[in-house]
């Protein structure tokens, strides 16, 4: 069946750059997107790709997708500790269910 | 109000209560969704709803009982649940069943029970 993993944990530092990584088993995989998931709410849809396009930018955040290994990232420039949260990873094929990672958290520290 | 909006915030019920859950959306979406997320698991699809009309019931248990009385609200019905039901259960909804942009989500519903 459909898997997405992610690593449960990251810690950065405020200022540098946070890498958050991703792997899926649908090839059928058509869009995947990233939620964030701040204490005590719902989650945050950052970020979305089509799984035609390998990158995509918008302002902090860039995603990178690999579909040839299935593979996902987000990076998050210049990290503040308003980014200190859990990031999951998602991914739809043409159907409506989205099949989520565990999500990483992320603590940004001083 | 915008947004997906969940009450209450936070439930404690016995096993042998009698609850309900409530999701209610003013963005005039046409699908409404219902999670479970429990600690160091993935999110687990529960019910959907389509134009009001359930399209997934995705083998769970009979003692959630899922209700959409119109395209803005949703609940979500307990009894007799069991303490490894204790989870966040998230709302969200899409202005179309599997909207390729992403569903909205509401602040969820931390429920424990006792």
């Known amino acids: 069946g459909e898997d997405v993993e992610q690593s449960l944990f990251l810690s950065v530092r405020e200022g540098d750059s946070s890498v958050i990584n991703c792997t899926y088993t649908?090839?059928?995989?058509?869009?995947l997107y990233w939620y964030k998931q701040e204490p005590g709410a719902g989650l945050q849809l950052l970020t979305y790709?089509?799984?035609?396009?390998d990158m995509k930018q918008d302002q902090r955040l860039t995603v990178l997708l690999n579909k040839k290994d299935k593979h996902l990232s987000l990076r998050i420039a210049d990290t503040q500790t308003g980014d200190s949260a859990i990031y999951f990873c998602?991914?739809?094929?043409?159907?409506?269910?989205?099949?989520f990672g565990s999500g990483t958290r992320l603590l940004v520290r001083p | 109000e915008t947004g997906v909006t969940q009450t209450p915030r936070h439930l404690v019920m016995g096993m042998t209560n009698k609850k309900s859950l409530k999701c209610e959306q003013h963005?005039?979406?046409?699908?409404m969704y219902w999670y479970k997320q429990s600690a160091k698991k993935p999110l687990e699809l529960m019910f959907v709803?389509?134009?009001?009309?359930?399209?997934e019931n995705n083998s769970v248990p009979s003692r959630f009982s899922p209700e959409c009385p119109n395209s803005s609200h949703l609940f979500l019905h307990l009894h007799t649940l069991q303490p490894e039901d204790s989870a966040l259960y998230l709302c969200?909804?899409?202005?179309?069943?599997?909207?390729?942009?992403?569903?909205?989500f509401g602040s969820g519903t931390r429920l424990t029970v006792v």
């Open positions: 969200a909804s899409s202005q179309v069943l599997g909207n390729n942009y992403g569903y909205t």
């Open positions: 709803y389509s134009l009001e009309e359930r399209v």
């Open positions: 998602a991914e739809k094929d043409s159907s409506y269910k989205l099949i």
């Open positions: 963005l005039g979406h046409n699908a």
């Open positions: 649908d090839s059928s995989s058509t869009y």
């Open positions: 790709i089509f799984s035609n396009m």
